[in-house]
């Protein structure tokens, strides 16, 4: 009996130790798959690292990092609105020599233009039509100037400045554009009234400097 009791414990402990010998190499299968995973992943970053090493040596500039991540760049940038219509143009001539802002209405009518170029910096404004009614400039030569003009684009009024703000001048015109009174104060500080001659100013006709 004895001899048959131990022989049924044998064969139960050898089931044990074979199904704990069978989950241990499960387990060390399931660790070796990890591995070779880690492996795959560790050698394809190591291939890019040396390509990225590679690529730093070879064309540096493909790496640089820019200096303002916020900094867009180009010559021509358009304004559309959400119908599609443009709104705005922001640009720069093609000689380079003038930048210039320009905002639209609704209409794509020209209402406000901002120039920056060799002769200096302006802006002037526009009715519906697209005529130029408002404008004022500052020249290279540091004269400044406020011009109003009528719905026909004829220019009634001018306030400048001259030599760098030495002198001031304020002139008046009427519906042909013809100048008719004028203001004006130097450099000295000393002021003038200026009356243009009616006949001058309509061709000369008549003898402003004889007898009436």
């Not at 443009?86 to 640009?91: I, L, P, T």
């Amino acid at each position: 009996m004895d001899e048959v009791r131990n022989g049924v414990d044998d064969g139960g402990m050898r089931e044990e130790m074979e199904h704990r010998l069978i989950a241990r190499v499960a387990t060390m299968e399931r660790e070796m798959k990890g591995l070779r995973g880690s492996n795959r992943l560790l050698g394809i970053g190591l291939l890019a690292a040396l390509g990225l090493a590679a690529l730093a040596v070879l064309q540096p500039e493909f790496l640089a990092v820019p200096r303002s991540s916020g900094v867009v760049q180009a010559r021509d940038f358009v304004l559309v609105g959400p119908d599609g219509q443009v709104r705005g143009r922001w640009s720069v001539a093609d000689n380079g020599l003038n930048a210039t802002l320009v905002m639209q209405d609704q209409q794509e009518s020209p209402r406000l233009t901002m120039t920056v170029g060799g002769d200096g910096p302006g802006v002037s404004f526009a009715d519906a039509a697209g005529q130029n009614r408002v404008a004022l400039g500052v020249l290279a030569d540091e004269t400044s100037s406020l011009v109003f003009a009528d719905r026909n684009g004829e220019t009634r009024a001018v306030l400048g400045m001259s030599g760098g703000g030495a002198a001031a001048s304020l002139v008046l015109a009427d519906a042909a554009g013809r100048s008719r009174i004028g203001f004006g104060v130097d450099a000295g500080g000393l002021g003038s009234v200026l009356l243009p001659d009616q006949n001058e100013q309509d061709g000369g006709e008549g003898d402003s400097g004889g007898e009436p």
